[in-house]
């Protein structure tokens, strides 16, 4: 009597459907990734030795070293200032209104900002800095 004898399967796992899901991780990593860039008026903002960094996004007024005030790339004065605020208070969300300043712009006027910010109804003013040596 002969036996047939039956051949082994060999088991083997396909890996494909396992590479092209790590290649679609990837590329969905790469892609959302951000890079902070920011751009806007050439500013020199003052140093700060923190290390908190915050990621910017949203409405942000900028102060120049003479003075003039812009809201994102508008220029406004300081008695537009008010309105332009109180229109964009309803938009500006828990990222808040982010405060670009030169380091030479008087103190006063950052307060003016500051407190047109609070009476628009604003409650969260990020003011931004640059890390000590981060200057080129």
Avoid: C, H, W
């Amino acid at each position: 009597m002969q036996f047939s004898v039956k051949p082994k399967k060999r088991i083997s796992i396909n890996i494909t459907s396992l590479v092209d899901v790590l290649f679609l991780l990837l590329i969905f990593f790469i892609v959302s990734s951000t890079f902070l860039e920011q751009p806007g008026m050439k500013l020199d903002l003052p140093e700060s030795s923190g290390v908190e960094s915050v990621k910017v996004e949203g409405f942000t007024i900028y102060i120049t070293a003479d003075g003039s005030l812009f809201l994102n790339e508008d220029p406004l004065t300081m008695d537009s200032l008010p309105k332009a605020l109180e229109e964009i208070a309803p938009r500006v969300d828990e990222k808040g209104l982010v405060l670009k300043g030169d380091e030479g712009v008087r103190y006063g006027i950052v307060v003016k900002v500051m407190d047109a910010a609070r009476n628009a109804g604003i409650e969260k003013l990020v003011v931004a800095t640059e890390l000590t040596g981060e200057r080129e």
